[in-house]
C-alpha cells in the first residue's frame, strides 16, 4: 500500500512536522512532498524528498488542485498531513476531491491482514482516543500534534527529487476578498436554515440562502459543505462550529451526524428534507420529508413569490 507525506515549508521547520508524521505511520513512506511557497527552496536534507510542489500564490485552493494533479499522476493510498490547520483542511478537502476518507487528530494508522486500516484518533477535543476501520481508499489523514522532531539524516530517501512548480494559469486566476461573516446572528437566531451535502453543487447555495433571506432565517451549514468551501467557516454548525438553539432548524439534504445534531440538538423544531430515509438526521427530527431538497427549496420560493404578488 503505497503512502505519502505532505509537509509545508512555510509553517514550521520540516522535521517537526515529518516526527508527527513518521509516529502516526508507525514506517517509511514511499514519497515525500513538499508544498512551497518559494520556487527556489531547498530542503534540509533534499535526498529525503521526493517532490518540491512550489506555487507563489500560497492559496489553498492553488495547493488543492497541485495535490489532486499530483494524485492523478502518480496516486497513493494514504496521504498523511501534520497537524496544523492547514494540514487539517486539505486532509478533509482533498479526500471529497478524490472520493475517499478524511480523518484527523491521528495517533496510528495500521494496515490489518484483511486490507482494512485501523485508525486510533483523538475525538472530542482531545478526551477520548477512538479506534476505527476504514475501507474507502485513498485515505487522507492528518496527524495529532507533537512536539517532537527528528533528524533529516534519518529520514529514508524515498528516491530521486522532482521539482513542480504551477504558475498562475493552473490555478484560479482572480481572489476575491470579501469580509468574513460573523456567527453572532447565527447564535441568537429563532429561524435557521442549514444545508448538507445533498444540496449537490455550490450552485444550489444561493436558492437555500434566498430562502432563509425570505423566511427572515439566518443560515448555516454541516461540515461537509464548509470543508469543500461552498459555505464559510462562520456558518459551520456542530461539534467543531456553532451550537445554536433556534425556534425552528430547517435541514435541507443534510444526513445528521452526532456531531451535527450536537450544534442543533436544542431547536424546538427540527424540519428534515432529504431523499435518504435511513438518514441519521430522520430519528432526531419532528418533521421529515423525503424529498429532493431543490426541488422542495423550488416549490418554497414560488409560494412565497405568489403569496408576496397577492399582497
Not at 521526493?50 to 492523478?72: M, Y
Not at 435541507?252 to 442543533?264: E, Q
Amino acid at each position: 500500500m503505497k503512502s505519502v507525506f505532505i509537509i509545508q515549508n512555510f509553517y514550521r521547520n520540516l522535521s517537526s512536522q515529518l516526527a508527527e508524521l513518521y509516529s502516526a505511520a508507525n514506517s517509511h513512506p514511499d514519497e515525500i512532498w513538499v508544498l512551497s511557497r518559494e520556487t527556489d527552496f531547498v530542503p534540509e536534507d533534499e535526498k529525503a524528498i521526493t517532490r518540491l510542489l512550489s506555487c507563489s500564490d500560497g492559496e489553498q485552493e492553488s495547493w488543492l488542485q497541485i495535490l489532486c494533479a499530483q494524485a492523478a499522476e502518480n496516486p497513493a493510498d494514504l496521504y498523511f498531513l501534520p497537524s496544523d490547520n492547514e494540514g487539517r483542511m486539505i486532509a478533509a478537502r482533498l479526500s471529497f476531491r478524490l472520493c475517499g476518507t478524511a480523518l484527523s487528530g491521528v495517533l496510528t494508522a495500521k494496515l490489518q491482514e484483511n486490507e482494512e486500516l485501523l485508525v486510533t484518533k483523538l475525538c472530542y477535543n482531545g478526551h477520548m482516543e477512538s479506534s476505527f476501520k476504514v475501507k474507502k481508499f485513498p485515505v487522507c489523514l492528518s496527524t495529532a500534534a507533537s512536539s517532537e522532531s527528528i533528524e533529516m539524516s534519518l529520514v529514508k530517501p524515498p528516491g530521486e527529487m522532482i521539482y513542480m512548480h504551477k504558475t498562475s494559469d493552473f490555478i484560479r486566476p482572480e481572489t476575491e476578498v470579501t469580509e468574513m461573516p460573523s456567527s453572532e446572528g447565527l447564535l441568537s437566531a429563532k429561524k435557521i436554515v442549514a444545508v448538507g451535502l445533498g444540496v449537490k453543487s455550490p450552485e444550489h447555495i444561493s436558492k437555500c440562502r434566498e430562502l432563509a433571506d425570505k423566511l427572515n432565517a439566518s443560515f448555516a451549514a454541516s461540515r461537509p459543505v464548509v470543508m469543500n468551501g461552498w459555505v464559510s467557516e462562520q456558518a459551520l454548525l456542530g461539534v467543531s462550529g456553532n451550537v445554536v438553539s433556534p425556534d425552528i432548524c430547517l435541514a435541507l439534504g443534510v444526513s445528521g451526524s452526532s456531531a451535527f445534531m450536537v450544534g442543533i440538538q436544542d431547536s424546538g423544531k427540527i424540519i428534515a428534507v432529504n431523499t435518504d430515509i435511513n438518514a441519521p438526521i430522520y430519528r432526531n427530527s419532528d418533521l421529515r420529508a423525503e424529498f429532493d431538497c431543490i426541488e422542495i427549496v423550488s416549490e418554497m420560493l414560488d409560494v412565497i413569490d405568489k403569496i408576496d404578488r397577492e399582497i
